[in-house]
């Protein structure tokens, strides 16, 4: 097995790689590295994780207590998992410590270290690379990039799609993951989770609406733009959106930073916040997520939550225009 793969060969060969000394997860792409990351931790961690998982960060890690937790037994588990965020923020000596425990590794650990390089001109980094299984993720460069992330994730998730529809989907969607994971979910919803989609189903949901005004009207509802979101959603509601999905989405958004503000509530500071317990969130977006939990208190999201509820129960049992119940459910979320 070659030590360096593209997040797509990891992600399609996981289950018969032998464990290696470390994975290094690699690359700028944030949420490819998430991606990689959620794999390695659902194939090695059990339930009884609590004890055995430690997570780390470059900015304020010690190399010598992250050896220490590698070289610890695990407790209730097979393999003690060590991960270590943004390697490339730790200076020399720490690195050091890394390189040197990668020389003879523990074979009931497992280290995941996530970096946005590895310098291979530096001797420590070298000595990683050398050791480590790398995982690269790259940012897509071109439309068969999407296509290889679609037909991995509709492999981990047992459905499949038409050729058709996989080149179709990969040509319309803008180079972006973020995007193009967005884009899939809302297919799936719109297939009502069928293990096959086809073509035409495809092409009937990628030509409705873009995917951008969602998060366009998620930022408008998150800075109390009454005006501006009407606007929003007069546009995707042309556009035949569907408004089950904007309610489902919205239910996701309000879920969040209902997590900010219960963080918060423990005394959490939103650095803490935005690096280590929004990982569902592009982490380009995160910054306008806890803009957004400022204007709405928990309180506040309770009784959104009751709104949207009663929302979904609206579209899906009366006779009335989608456009005002969720013009209806706009105006109160930000006049209650």
């Not at 690379?129 to 690269?136: C, D, F, G, S, T």
């Amino acid at each position: 097995m070659k030590n360096n793969l593209r997040h797509y060969e990891f992600l399609r060969q996981i289950k018969k790689i032998r464990k290696p000394a470390a994975f290094a997860v690699v690359g700028e792409e944030q949420f490819l590295k998430d991606k990689v990351t959620e794999a390695i931790l659902q194939k090695y961690s059990s339930n009884n994780n609590e004890f055995d998982l430690h997570s780390f960060y470059g900015d304020e890690a010690n190399g010598l207590q992250i050896v220490e937790e590698l070289e610890t037994l695990p407790f209730m588990a097979k393999y003690k998992i060590v991960l270590l965020k943004n390697y490339h923020q730790l200076n020399a000596k720490e690195k050091s410590y890394l390189a040197s425990y990668l020389e003879n590794p523990y074979n009931s650990s497992i280290f995941i270290l996530t970096t946005d390089k590895l310098d291979k001109r530096q001797k420590v980094d070298k000595i990683v690379a050398q050791k480590a299984l790398n995982v690269i993720c790259k940012k897509p460069y071109g439309p068969i990039d999407i296509e290889r992330w679609l037909e991995a994730e509709l492999r981990s998730r047992n459905k499949s799609m038409d050729r058709q529809g996989v080149q179709f989907f990969s040509s319309r969607i803008d180079l972006d993951f973020l995007v193009a994971a967005n884009e899939l979910e809302k297919l799936i919803i719109f297939t009502k989770d069928a293990q096959h989609i086809s073509y035409l189903e495809v092409k009937e949901c990628l030509g409705r609406s873009r995917v951008n005004d969602i998060f366009e009207l998620q930022k408008a509802l998150g800075q109390k733009k009454l005006s501006l979101t009407f606007k929003i959603l007069e546009n995707m509601m042309q556009n035949e959106s569907s408004a089950v999905f904007i309610v489902t989405m919205l239910t996701r958004f309000f879920t969040q930073l209902w997590k900010i503000n219960s963080l918060r509530a423990q005394n959490f500071s939103d650095s803490d916040i935005s690096q280590r317990y929004l990982p569902e969130i592009y982490y380009k977006f995160r910054s306008e997520y806890l803009q957004a939990a400022n204007n709405f208190n928990m309180s506040k999201i309770k009784h959104i939550f009751s709104l949207l509820l009663q929302a979904d129960i609206d579209l899906k049992s009366l006779n009335m225009s989608e456009t005002i119940i969720l013009e209806l459910l706009f105006y109160k979320i930000l006049n209650d």
